[in-house]
């Protein structure tokens, strides 16, 4: 059986996977909110910790997130309302391979060079 009759036979969609993965891996500010995801945090800690982020991007890449089902948003109801984002079973397990990645390359490139 080929790749393509495999994914095929699970519903995998392998176009809209490599979709995402650039999408998530071609912008910078997706990767360090990922990396920021530790334990629930409030978009205003978000911008507090990656200085050059707007507002605009962060809402952006954070619908895209969960769109994407890596993070998930928690409203609490209270005044003002309280929003805290946290890492889905999904989004730790990339922030895993992200991280196996990094030190893969970290092992594989030769910084001299450069």
């Given at each position: 059986m080929s790749e393509t009759d495999l994914s095929a036979a699970s519903g995998y969609d392998q176009s809209e996977a490599f979709h995402r993965v650039t999408d998530i891996l071609k912008c910078k500010w997706?990767?360090?909110?990922?990396?920021?995801?530790?334990?629930?945090?409030?978009?205003?800690?978000?911008?507090?910790?990656?200085?050059?982020?707007?507002?605009?991007?962060?809402?952006?890449?954070?619908?895209?997130?969960e769109s994407f089902e890596l993070v998930s948003r928690e409203v609490y109801p209270e005044i003002p309302p309280r929003v805290e984002y946290v890492?889905?079973?999904?989004?730790?397990?990339?922030?895993?391979?992200?991280?196996?990645?990094?030190?893969?390359?970290g092992r594989s490139v030769d910084v001299s060079a450069e």
């Open positions: 997706a990767l360090a909110i990922l990396n920021l995801l530790d334990e629930p945090i409030r978009p205003s800690q978000i911008i507090d910790a990656l200085p050059g982020l707007t507002s605009k991007v962060l809402n952006d890449r954070l619908r895209k997130l890492l889905t079973d999904e989004g730790r397990a990339l922030k895993r391979i992200l991280a196996d990645l990094i030190a893969f390359i």
